[in-house]
């Protein structure tokens, strides 16, 4: 079937979005038709639309980026026993040139999670790829338990609005960086010491800290070091390979790591969303069209979004 979307036929700059009609492949017996009502932005988009990502994803043109859906089944292969048309979902589908920056777009059924009833399209669309990569981070790898030190690098950001929360909610001390402007939703979300980064340096005022989850790389992440707790303390990183040498002068576990797609963590997410126990925090929209994904690039490229920034789907 046909379906609109904002398409990429080379790599290039934020000029390279387009508004196109793509074929999407046929429905698998285990995938389903989600009718998109929203999508998010993360930065592996516009680092796989100018290209970086080439040498992972060797796809033709032209792409769908975008890998964030909410919305609602219009279609379930031969297979599908779990869902059923109507049902209101949200997914981060599997990593193909058939992104979500469209009006529909398929999902593997174990990818699925229900949308609670009580957050909107919006706010769920928000949450896979951030909110997994959070989750993973701190328990996965990370595994944080109750009572422990945990410092978040770029709180405000779409991956930092989610960990702090789940943080807090496992019963972890919560530090975390963020520009002035920031520290009141930060501590609204748990965050029990918000850091000026512009003010201050994090490795002279922490120490003893049982994990840093690192948003950030380069000079921060190097940094983390030095406030990790020696023998046990855990740096996982969303972005780089962090220095084994370093590693194994403190004594400390530090690894990168690419999220794994996973429906049961995304329903597990459901449920504290369900609960209010977590929230979204939806920072700006923008509407499905050329200009709208130009615009919400540019803002995501400045690193100084605060929280997600969601694509509306009419």
Request: no cysteine.
């Amino acid at each position: 079937m046909k379906t609109k979307a904002v398409i990429i036929k080379q790599y290039g700059s934020k000029e390279v979005l387009e508004e196109g009609s793509i074929d999407l492949p046929e429905l698998g017996n285990h995938q389903v038709l989600v009718r998109e009502k929203a999508t998010s932005i993360n930065p592996i988009d516009w680092k796989l639309r100018e290209g970086y990502l080439k040498q992972m994803f060797d796809w033709e043109f032209p792409i769908i980026l975008g890998w964030d859906v909410a919305g609602i089944i219009e279609a379930v292969g031969s297979e599908v026993t779990e869902w059923k048309v109507g049902d209101e979902v949200f997914a981060r589908p599997d990593t193909t040139r058939f992104g979500t920056y469209a009006e529909h777009t398929i999902v593997d059924e174990h990818l699925l999670a229900k949308k609670p009833a009580n957050v909107s399209f919006e706010d769920a669309a928000a949450v896979p790829l951030a909110g997994l990569t959070a989750y993973q981070g701190l328990f996965d790898h990370g595994s944080l338990q109750k009572g422990e030190k945990v410092l978040i690098h770029a709180g405000a950001g779409g991956v930092g609005t989610y960990a702090i929360q789940l943080a807090k909610d496992a019963g972890a001390y919560v530090y975390t960086t963020a520009s002035e402007k920031n520290h009141e939703l930060l501590k609204s979300l748990g965050a029990d010491e918000v850091i000026d980064y512009r003010k201050t340096d994090f490795q002279t005022v922490l120490k003893d800290i049982d994990l840093v989850l690192d948003t950030m790389g380069g000079e921060v992440q190097h940094n983390s070091f030095e406030v990790l707790k020696e023998g046990s303390g855990r740096l996982i990183s969303v972005l780089n390979e962090p220095d084994q040498d370093k590693a194994k002068q403190k004594n400390v576990t530090a690894k990168s790591i690419w999220l794994q797609p996973d429906g049961q963590q995304l329903s597990i997410l459901a449920k504290l969303l369900e609960e209010n126990r977590m929230k979204s925090v939806v920072g700006s929209t923008f509407p499905l069209s050329q200009k709208g994904l130009y615009d919400a690039h540019a803002l995501s490229e400045t690193h100084h979004a605060v929280g997600k920034i969601v694509i509306t789907i009419d």
